[in-house]
């Protein structure tokens, strides 16, 4: 990619990085036995299958395996969308599995940054106003709500398209600015389910940059859904699954 590409990254503002705490170096994620099946009709399939694993606090994880093995499933527990049938899923101290609706609707506005493969960004608003939204849902003031989505269009390099609207960003910049929205608020866990996955290689090495930038500098718990092996060797673990189970569970050495 040329240097002077748009997707230049530009460096981040340094009241976003919540490193060094003591609580930055407890675990963040703690799934046990977990178990979510769907009954559809006589037929059970088991989408994840008994999975445990830990996951800490500003660790960057690419999720990979073959179509249906359980990516999108787990994810979705993890970001309390969904419940297993059985097992344990403890988010920063938040026992999802036991969860009713009001905490777990709380948990998903405060905690966690979602960000799919389609950017379900408005097309009425622009990118400030997309990346504003959020805060301003949580009743943070319009001019703070914009101050700091400012910041965090800075860090996803789209400073000279803040005022653009959906249809005058490409596919790249749309999704950089889905994250951008999605990591407004601070949250603990950025989840982002094959973010590439709708995009032209070009679009897509940008997303992917932003994607390592974020991990690189621990900006906050990243689990990231690929089949990009450039994302995946970005990544600091790599998590393989196969039939709704963990099969492989490595960390990167470098
Ligand atoms: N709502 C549902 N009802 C019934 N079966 C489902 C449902 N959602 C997912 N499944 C099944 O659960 C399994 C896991 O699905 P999941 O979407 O987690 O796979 P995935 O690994 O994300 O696949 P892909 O790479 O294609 O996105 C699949 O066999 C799928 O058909
Ligand atoms: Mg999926």
């Known amino acids: 990619m040329k240097s002077s590409d748009s997707a230049t990254i530009e460096k981040s503002p340094r009241s976003f990085a919540r490193r060094g705490s003591l609580a930055d170096r407890a675990g963040l994620i703690s799934l046990k036995n977990v178990t979510r099946e769907y009954t559809s009709g006589l037929r059970t399939v088991n989408a994840l299958d008994g ?4 996951i800490a606090r500003h ?76 805060l301003l849902l949580q009743g ?21 398209r803040a005022d653009h609207f959906v249809h005058q960003l490409s596919g790249g910049e749309q999704q950089r600015t889905a994250i951008a929205r999605a990591l407004v608020h601070r949250p603990s866990l950025l989840i982002a389910d094959e973010p590439t996955g ?30 990009s092996d450039e994302v995946a060797r970005a990544a600091s673990r790599r998590v393989e699954m196969r039939d709704g189970k963990i099969v492989r569970d490595s960390r990167s050495t470098s």
Do not use: W, Y
């Open 51 to 54: 999975i445990s694993i830990e």
């Open 198 to 227: 709708n995009l032209d290689s070009h679009s897509a090495s940008s997303v992917m940059q932003l994607l390592e930038k974020i991990g690189r500098e621990a900006l906050t718990t990243l689990i990231v859904v690929t089949h």
């Open 59 to 134: 660790e960057f994880v690419a999720i990979s395996g073959p179509s249906g093995c359980g990516k999108s499933t787990l994810i979705h527990l993890l970001a309390g969308l969904d419940h297993p049938t059985k097992g344990e899923i403890v988010v920063d101290g938040l026992a999802l599995h036991a969860a009713g609706d009001a905490a777990l609707t709380h948990f998903r506005r405060s905690q966690v940054g979602l960000v799919f493969q389609f950017f379900n960004l408005l097309p009425t608003m622009n990118v400030l106003e997309n990346v504003s939204l959020p």
């Open 140 to 160: 943070v003031s319009p001019a703070e709500s914009e101050e700091r989505a400012a910041g965090l269009i800075e860090l996803v390099g789209l400073r000279e």
